[in-house]
């Protein structure tokens, strides 16, 4: 299964991804797409796009979202067919989440499941605090999410939140975390900073 963490401060934000696509076959059973990519993808030098869940969805959001200097103004028809295309999986089958990491403006992200009803969580850095977001399969329960942040917690206070660098490194430990929670999170991680 895919995981992503996001980790934003009003200056820039860190996205690292694990190297699993997942996606779902005709026999409609979860599978791992051979290859190593991540699940998250630039579409501006302001901006990237998170998907977990369906690899399926994020080749479509790239062919939708094709990068670009200036960053998009998305519109609300954009954001209603990325809910859309994500609500493709139904959710008794897979957990499908996605994340938009904005910076064109004020630092923003935000997160949307497949489960119906669900709506856009926006999230803000505020000062010193720092926004996080996690992005896991159901191999990973709430429970485990806890423990997931507790442990991003103490890892950026080791290694510092002062800079993308000292962050990102944070998260690549972190990745190893997570890996020993669900096992079939990869181990190899990609790294997008905005």
Same mark, same amino acid.
């Given at each position: 299964?895919?995981?992503?963490?996001?980790?934003?401060?009003?200056?820039?934000?860190?996205?690292?991804?694990?190297?699993? %696509?997942?996606?779902?076959?005709?026999?409609?059973?979860?599978?791992?797409?051979?290859?190593?990519?991540?699940?998250?993808?630039?579409?501006?030098?302001?901006?990237?796009?998170?998907?977990?869940?369906?690899?399926?969805?994020?080749?479509?959001?790239?062919?939708?979202?094709?990068?670009?200097?200036?960053?998009?103004?998305?519109?609300?028809?954009?954001?209603?067919?990325?809910?859309?295309?994500?609500?493709?999986?139904?959710?008794?089958?897979?957990?499908? %989440?996605?994340?938009?990491?904005?910076?064109?403006?004020?630092m923003t992200c935000q997160m949307i499941s497949n489960q119906p009803g669900d709506t856009w969580h926006r999230l803000y850095p505020e000062g010193e605090r720092l926004a996080a977001l996690y992005?896991?399969?159901?191999?990973?329960?709430?429970?485990?999410?806890?423990?997931?942040?507790?442990?991003?917690?103490?890892?950026?206070?080791?290694?510092g939140k002062n800079s993308v660098e000292q962050v990102s490194s944070a998260q690549k430990t972190l990745n190893k975390f997570a890996g020993d929670l669900d096992h079939t999170i990869g181990a190899?991680?990609?790294? %997008?900073?905005?």
């Amino acid at each position: 299964m895919s995981f992503v963490s996001i980790i934003a401060s009003d200056q820039w934000a860190s996205v690292v991804s694990d190297n699993h %696509l997942v996606d779902m076959n005709k026999q409609g059973k979860i599978v791992v797409r051979p290859g190593s990519k991540p699940s998250a993808l630039r579409i501006s030098d302001s901006q990237i796009i998170c998907c977990t869940g369906s690899a399926s969805a994020l080749r479509e959001i790239r062919e939708n979202f094709l990068f670009r200097d200036e960053a998009y103004k998305i519109s609300q028809d954009q954001w209603d067919w990325l809910t859309t295309r994500i609500r493709r999986i139904p959710h008794q089958v897979q957990d499908v %989440l996605l994340a938009v990491v904005d910076h064109s403006q004020k630092m923003t992200c935000q997160m949307i499941s497949n489960q119906p009803g669900d709506t856009w969580h926006r999230l803000y850095p505020e000062g010193e605090r720092l926004a996080a977001l996690y992005m896991a399969g159901r191999g990973v329960d709430e429970y485990q999410i806890r423990q997931i942040s507790a442990e991003c917690s103490r890892l950026i206070r080791k290694s510092g939140k002062n800079s993308v660098e000292q962050v990102s490194s944070a998260q690549k430990t972190l990745n190893k975390f997570a890996g020993d929670l669900d096992h079939t999170i990869g181990a190899r991680t990609f790294l %997008l900073h905005v």
